[in-house]
């Protein structure tokens, strides 16, 4: 009888020391799964409009959304310094990315934005611009992103065909282009905007340009 229980006390202790091995092993695998993002964040941005040296040894990618008032916010406060600092000294190249975090209106101005971009890409920037612009300073909320609207800033530009321009938007002809953005910015886990990644690591605060500037000038030394 006492050795039979001296057995089964073995046979616990065993049992909870299994336990514990395999719950270290579980937590170690897990932690090792979550630390993969940060690495695979490296941004696609083939097919994307991009401003810089094409071979730019770091890129910065903005995740913004045309509704969002933090992202025009974003292009009159920190773009025009990334400008003159690093775009146009060839050290960074610079690439946009579509989100739809507000609905209807964000697919919709996406929608004609790629619709710029493939028919006339010299002029996706100002048009890109001029979106921005456009975004009412109180009540962004608000419904303003309609077809009209983007033909009225559309015409602006005489280069682009508001005929086609119309077309696109009522056909969604270029919503392929959206889904991989949308896809762009599930896969780089983009949960507010603008996300700003630089040489694939997501920025905490896009705001905070000094961050940004040792980000760029650490993944300049990284690559040469
Ligand atoms: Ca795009």
Request: glycine share 6%.
């Amino acid at each position: 009888m006492k050795r039979n229980k001296n057995s089964n006390m073995k046979f616990v202790v065993v049992l909870t020391l299994l336990v514990v091995g395999i719950l270290a092993a579980v937590v170690v695998f897990s932690n090792k799964q979550e630390s993969l993002p940060i690495e695979i964040k490296q941004i696609d941005v083939t097919g994307q409009p991009s401003i810089g040296e094409k071979d730019a040894p770091v890129t910065v990618v903005e995740f913004g959304d045309f509704k969002c008032p933090s992202c025009k916010a974003w292009g009159e406060m920190i773009y025009p310094k990334l400008v003159d600092d690093y775009i146009e000294t060839g050290q960074v190249k610079f690439s946009f990315v579509n989100v739809l975090f507000h609905g209807k209106e964000s697919t919709l101005a996406s929608i004609a934005a790629e619709s710029v971009f493939e028919r006339s890409p010299g002029l996706y920037w100002n048009f890109h611009q001029a979106m921005f612009d456009a975004q009412p300073v109180e009540n962004h909320d608000g419904p303003w992103i309609t077809p009209e609207k983007i033909l009225e800033i559309a015409s602006a530009f005489p280069e682009i065909d508001q005929t086609l321009l119309k077309e696109d938007m009522e056909q969604e002809a270029t919503m392929e282009n959206v889904k991989i953005d949308d896809d762009l910015v599930k896969k780089a886990g983009v949960s507010m905007t603008p996300a700003i990644v630089i040489n694939g690591e997501m920025m905490e605060d896009p705001f905070d340009y000094e961050a940004i500037k040792t980000a760029i000038e650490q993944g300049y030394k990284d690559t040469n």
